[in-house]
């Protein structure tokens, strides 16, 4: 049995965008800044991919930037708001705890180079309130940044809301929507978004290929200098290949997503009553509004690294929080941004469905969990001290 359920770390690539970049590499060599013929068709290709990517979430082509992925969108997106803001004397970010590392760990960059950051708690569902977005704001504010969907729990921020705040106190809006492209409705337009981070490997395209769209009119520094590539805002010559991968794998995931969202809804919310059918368990974030296919719970009185490698003999890929905190002892920080306990975050599951689940796999899931942390319970001591009434049960 061979059950992947971990489409929140990356997404196995489409048959469509394997086809794109394999025909780009052999046909498409040319050097897109070259003169000549050949660099004017690569040219032509990467306009082509922009043009399709933009429309997808309701940009103009000139509004979108390629990067290597959703990271250095992150970075470019904060570090150049923050700097542009600065030379107007505005020295203040406002975001949330629960983010991705990749803006956390700029925010701490930025906060030694003398920055202000406030970091908005996030209540017990997950999910931040726009009210309290918009009493954190201050004059000196100059960007505020927030998550469309929280990689860990899937709960989904009410990005328009806080978009429309801050359109109305003229401070630059970014969100890191690299769980959300490809899976939710997003549109830069509606939701009053001036930059926002995604990439192709968490939407069934390429790793190390990304985009920040960046609305017009909002200054961006470069994070990388060299060539004239992407207006002078990106030097490096374009990954094609990468870029065109991408957006054939935008394309087939815009084509087929309400279907597909529809589809995994049902599938997390079946897996979702299996599992909690597990005594002393809870679901992490809100039941209804988190991403298709995410599903996170604790478990009390067990480890989560112990319950991923058992559940790894079984043949299920699952996660115990973000890939990127693996491997180390901290809980993870958005489940500890939710409220829960240090004890019960450390018991932490993730599985998060996608493309090729069916519902024998989440049958197979929900089985193989119960087995799984039943056995773990039978010889943990912190699961013998509860049982006794040693230590409270906290789920
Ligand atoms: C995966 C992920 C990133 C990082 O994207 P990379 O392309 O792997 O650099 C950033 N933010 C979120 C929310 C993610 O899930």
Same mark, same amino acid.
């Given at each position: 049995?061979?059950?992947?359920?971990?489409?929140?770390?990356?997404?196995?690539?489409? =048959?469509?965008?394997?086809?794109?970049?394999?025909?780009?590499?052999?046909?498409?060599?040319?050097?897109?800044?070259?003169?000549?013929?050949?660099?004017?068709?690569?040219?032509?290709?990467?306009?082509?991919?922009?043009?399709?990517?933009?429309?997808?979430?309701?940009?103009?082509?000139?509004?979108?930037?390629?990067?290597?992925?959703?990271?250095?969108?992150?970075?470019?997106?904060?570090?150049?708001?923050?700097?542009?803001?600065?030379?107007?004397?505005?020295?203040?970010?406002?975001?949330?705890?629960?983010?991705?590392?990749?803006?956390?760990?700029?925010?701490?960059? %930025?906060?030694?180079?003398?920055?202000?950051?406030?970091?908005?708690?996030?209540?017990?569902?997950?999910?931040?309130?726009?009210?309290?977005?918009?009493?954190?704001?201050?004059?000196?504010?100059?960007?505020? !940044?927030?998550?469309?969907?929280?990689?860990?729990?899937?709960?989904?921020?009410?990005?328009?809301?806080? =978009?429309?705040?801050?359109?109305?106190?003229?401070?630059?809006?970014?969100?890191?929507?690299?769980?959300?492209? =490809?899976?939710?409705?997003?549109?830069?337009?509606?939701?009053?978004?001036?930059?926002?981070?995604?990439?192709?490997?968490?939407?069934?395209?390429?790793?190390?290929?990304?985009?920040?769209?960046?609305?017009? =009119?909002?200054? %961006?520094?470069?994070?990388?200098?060299?060539?004239?590539?992407?207006?002078?805002?990106?030097?490096?010559?374009?990954?094609?290949?990468?870029?065109?991968?991408?957006?054939?794998?935008?394309?087939?995931?815009?084509?087929?997503?309400?279907?597909?969202?529809?589809?995994?809804?049902?599938?997390?919310?079946?897996?979702?009553?299996?599992?909690?059918?597990?005594?002393?368990?809870?679901?992490?974030?809100?039941?209804?509004?988190?991403?298709?296919?995410?599903?996170?719970?604790?478990?009390?009185?067990?480890?989560?690294?112990?319950?991923?490698?058992?559940?790894?003999?079984?043949?299920?890929?699952?996660?115990?929080?973000?890939?990127?905190?693996?491997?180390? %002892?901290?809980?993870?920080?958005?489940?500890?941004?939710?409220?829960?306990?240090?004890?019960?975050?450390?018991?932490?599951?993730?599985?998060?469905?996608?493309?090729?689940?069916?519902?024998?796999?989440?049958?197979?899931?929900?089985?193989?969990?119960?087995?799984?942390?039943?056995?773990?319970?039978?010889?943990?001591?912190?699961?013998?001290?509860?049982?006794?009434?040693? !230590?409270?049960?906290?789920?």
């Amino acid at each position: 049995m061979s059950i992947y359920a971990d489409h929140a770390a990356t997404t196995a690539m489409s =048959g469509a965008a394997i086809e794109a970049m394999t025909r780009c590499m052999k046909e498409e060599y040319g050097n897109p800044s070259s003169l000549y013929r050949m660099g004017q068709r690569a040219k032509e290709t990467l306009e082509r991919a922009r043009e399709e990517i933009a429309g997808v979430i309701g940009a103009e082509p000139g509004e979108i930037y390629f990067t290597s992925g959703g990271s250095e969108a992150d970075n470019q997106a904060i570090r150049s708001a923050a700097l542009t803001g600065r030379k107007k004397g505005k020295n203040h970010i406002l975001s949330t705890a629960f983010e991705h590392h990749a803006v956390l760990h700029t925010l701490e960059a %930025l906060k030694a180079e003398g920055f202000e950051v406030t970091l908005l708690d996030v209540h017990s569902d997950g999910i931040v309130r726009p009210e309290e977005a918009e009493a954190a704001i201050r004059p000196e504010t100059c960007l505020v !940044t927030v998550m469309t969907a929280n990689n860990e729990i899937g709960t989904i921020q009410p990005i328009r809301e806080i =978009g429309e705040i801050c359109r109305k106190k003229g401070v630059v809006f970014h969100t890191d929507a690299v769980q959300a492209v =490809g899976h939710l409705d997003v549109n830069v337009q509606r939701d009053r978004i001036d930059m926002l981070s995604a990439s192709a490997h968490k939407f069934h395209g390429p790793k190390g290929v990304g985009f920040l769209y960046v609305r017009k =009119g909002i200054p %961006l520094l470069p994070l990388i200098h060299g060539g004239a590539q992407e207006k002078g805002k990106r030097a490096g010559t374009e990954n094609l290949p990468g870029i065109v991968g991408m957006a054939a794998a935008l394309k087939e995931a815009t084509a087929g997503r309400e279907a597909e969202a529809a589809r995994l809804t049902a599938l997390r919310d079946r897996l979702i009553r299996g599992l909690a059918e597990i005594p002393h368990s809870a679901l992490n974030g809100d039941a209804k509004r988190r991403l298709p296919g995410n599903v996170s719970f604790c478990f009390e009185g067990i480890e989560g690294e112990s319950l991923l490698l058992l559940l790894d003999e079984k043949g299920i890929s699952a996660s115990s929080g973000s890939a990127c905190t693996s491997g180390s %002892l901290d809980p993870s920080h958005v489940l500890l941004a939710i409220g829960r306990v240090h004890d019960v975050a450390h018991g932490s599951l993730r599985l998060t469905l996608g493309r090729e689940n069916t519902p024998e796999d989440v049958e197979a899931i929900i089985s193989a969990t119960k087995d799984v942390v039943g056995y773990l319970r039978s010889f943990s001591p912190v699961w013998r001290d509860l049982q006794s009434g040693k !230590t409270p049960f906290i789920l």
